[in-house]
């Protein structure tokens, strides 16, 4: 299937570049525009499966409300970033924003990061819907004791050391321990996708 | 503090912090009430609380949120609703962030068009009494529908913000549902004025100095103040990211000390002409002066040919900065009554607002100030919080 790809980008230059490498890539770019008035109507006429932006447009609130206020199919979000900044593509990932495009990246990749995007967004909904049943049906101490589970059935860690892997993970991240076993619960389901 | 006391202090470091990396960098958007984190730079009370800060304008409210979540900014101006947000990794992007303090109260303005005015056909002399424009807005709510004719289309500056959720609660206090009797819709703020001249929206909800902009292009009338339906409604908060807050808690205690007192300056109407300058020349460059001078003020021109009228703006009075997790609760109870936020319990709310940094800068905070280091007594808060 063609991906329908929307780029909006105030760097006009840095938008026609990206469009011709993903043209050449088999994308269809549906459109190239460095602002809108109506960003939303143009999000749902133009059919995009997926959007291409630059990190600090000022559409962004718009698009990123899409989905709250219009109940509107969320799409995933590609962002360029002005400089390259070595970190910065793995705390994105981490975040979960979908990908990142850094500037001097060849136009030619754009397309295997645009795939890469879709296909985290695409497993980040599904997870989304599970996630939220798994949120009401465990609480917070069975979430632990099932990310324990998933670590020493799949790394072969034994119960003292998969818990210590997910003490460190959550100092490290400065994140709760319940976070980071459902983190962890939510990457081993995408790992086996 | 007048500015006079202030420049006197400015070159008189009382804290001299151990020395640590950084710079704690902030981001804020172009509105008024970013206000405290501009006067607490130029006045020099971040270098006198011994901290330096970067400041950082920004276009859109996720760039702040993704900048913090990628660690290219330490924390920032935010909207209520969107530290809850970011926490529950709505829209997909998750980061844990503080809320350390209230930087500003009320302020925004809702707006309604003049076909809308005209339609709504307001009893004489009763154009700005909020129960009056519910009702009235009720019932051509229901004539439309009746008539077959479009619903009403109101629009809002995003999502997770108190505009949509106090404009959401209004409507429902009217007996109007947001979801299904009109259609609510996110229009960045720059474009908001123009939107409801060219006729694409009805009204809408946004900061100043949106509304008053609508009024100067002759196609709307402030209708209401945020703060009709919730006096001193915190709006916006100083949010920094929790890695940052762990690693450097004396460096955030000494920001926030900083924006107290700059909050005290900004109390002082004799400073808005100056206020007025540092935000024009580092926020909102593309207004003009006289049109950011007005927004200060208490007074503004509700329609286009009416003499200007009492209008509760930004008030960044101290008193009101500690954040409440009371607040931010019912902040989290309309996103799940709208259905943006999964239920569950309010636990999310005491990890994420931080009383307790508040009221360690609030001791920071010199007593000249006239600083009282409690916590505000409960806010009139609309009827479902009680």
Redesign the interface.
């Known amino acids: 299937m063609t991906l329908r790809v929307l780029i909006v980008d105030a760097n006009l230059e840095r938008a026609e570049a990206v469009a011709s490498g993903l043209t050449a890539d088999g994308c269809l770019v549906v459109g190239t525009v460095p602002d809108h008035?109506?960003?939303?109507a143009l999000v749902r006429s133009s059919g995009a499966d997926v959007i291409v932006c630059d990190?600090?447009?000022?559409?962004?609130?718009?698009i990123?409300?899409?989905?709250?206020?219009?109940q509107d199919e969320?799409r995933p979000v590609v962002?360029f970033v002005d400089r390259t900044?070595p970190?910065?593509t793995e705390?994105?990932m981490a975040?979960?924003?979908?990908a990142y495009v850094v500037e001097g990246l060849h136009p030619g990749r754009v397309r295997a990061v645009i795939d890469v995007a879709v296909a985290r967004?695409t497993a980040?909904q599904a997870l989304r819907a599970e996630l939220?049943e798994v949120?009401?049906a465990l609480n917070e101490r069975k979430l632990v004791e099932r990310a324990k589970g998933l670590l020493m059935q799949t790394r072969r860690m034994t119960e003292e050391d998969a818990y210590r892997a997910l003490r460190r993970l959550a100092m490290d991240?400065?994140?709760?321990l319940a976070?980071v076993a459902e983190s962890v619960i939510a990457m081993e389901k995408l790992l086996k996708l | 503090m007048t500015l006079h006391e202030a420049a006197l202090t400015v070159d008189q470091p009382r804290a001299s912090l151990a020395a640590g990396s950084d710079v704690m960098r902030l981001g804020f958007m172009p509105l008024i009430d970013c206000a405290p984190l501009i006067v607490a730079d130029e006045l020099g009370l971040f270098t006198r609380h011994g901290v330096t800060v970067s400041l950082t304008p920004l276009n859109a409210w996720v760039a702040l949120r993704d900048r913090i979540a990628i660690g290219k900014l330490d924390g920032g101006q935010m909207l209520c609703p969107m530290p809850i947000a970011a926490g529950l990794g709505l829209g997909g992007v998750a980061s844990a962030l503080a809320v350390v303090s209230v930087l500003a109260s009320q302020g925004n303005a809702i707006t309604l068009s003049e076909a809308l005015i005209a339609e709504l056909d307001l009893p004489q002399g009763a154009t700005a009494d909020p129960s009056n424009i519910a009702a009235s807005l009720a019932r051509a709510v229901r004539a439309r529908a009746a008539a077959g004719r479009p619903k009403l289309v109101l629009a809002v500056v995003y999502a997770y913000s108190s505009h949509n959720y106090l404009l959401r609660h209004f409507l429902a206090a009217a007996g109007i549902d947001p979801e299904h009797d009109v259609i609510l819709r996110a229009v960045p703020p720059p474009q908001i004025a123009d939107e409801l001249a060219e006729g694409r929206i009805d009204g809408f909800c946004a900061g100043q100095p949106w509304g008053s902009r609508a009024v100067d292009l002759r196609c709307g009338r402030i209708a209401l103040a945020t703060a009709d339906i919730w006096p001193n409604h915190p709006e916006k908060l100083l949010a920094i990211s929790s890695a940052t807050l762990a690693r450097d808690p004396d460096r955030v205690t000494a920001v926030v000390a900083a924006t107290i007192e700059a909050g005290h300056f900004l109390a002082d109407p004799a400073n808005h002409a100056q206020v007025a300058l540092w935000l024009h020349e580092r926020a909102l460059p593309q207004v003009p002066l006289a049109v950011v001078r007005a927004a200060l003020s208490t007074t503004l021109r509700r329609a286009p040919d009416e003499a200007p009228a009492l209008f509760a703006s930004p008030n960044f009075d101290p008193a009101l900065s500690c954040p409440s997790p009371t607040h931010g609760a019912w902040w989290l109870r309309q996103m799940r009554r709208w259905g943006h936020a999964p239920q569950g319990t309010d636990d999310i709310i005491g990890q994420i607002w931080r009383p307790d940094i508040w009221q360690r800068a609030a001791r920071l905070a010199p007593p000249a100030n006239r600083l009282s280091p409690s916590i505000p007594t409960q806010l009139p808060c609309p009827g479902d919080l009680a």
Do not use: E, N, T, W
């Not at chain 1, 008035?37 to 939303?40: F, G, N, V, Y």
């Not at chain 1, 990190?55 to 718009?62: E, G, I, N, Y």
């Not at chain 1, 975040?95 to 979908?98: I, K, P, T």
């Not at chain 1, 991240?173 to 709760?176: C, L």
């Open positions: 008035a109506d960003i939303i990190l600090d447009h000022a559409s962004r609130d718009a990123d409300a899409m989905r709250a206020l219009h969320p962002m900044d970190g910065s705390a994105a975040a979960g924003v979908a967004f980040h939220a949120r009401s991240q400065g994140k709760r976070d």
